[in-house]
């Protein structure tokens, strides 16, 4: 990539995607500890979903290391499958499929 659009995407990560996901987190805990035990106990699916986000941070933050590693000049490899970039963009959607369904397991 170009020198530009690597700047373009430190840009994009350091003042949409970071601030995002923290405020997300933020918000997230603020509302479980709001609502209280009984959501937490009854609520099957809100586990699988918090095992997802748990996933979608850690996707987050294999993006970080691979911006960072262009931005030092570091030869890196092509997303290694179809595979990751399909579990890159199906997760967020699993997570926000099971906040608006709720889906009773």
Known sequence: PTMEAQSAALRVMRFVV???LFITLALGTAVASITGRAL?????WLHVKLLLVLALCAVHGMLVKRIN???R???VAPAQSANYLVFALL???VVIGL???KPSF
């Open 18 to 20: 970071n601030p995002a």
């Open 40 to 44: 937490m106990a009854d609520a099957s």
């Open 69 to 71: 590693d262009l931005r």
């Open 73 to 75: 000049g570091a030869n």
């Open 91 to 93: 997760l967020p959607a």
């Open 99 to 101: 906040a608006v369904f």
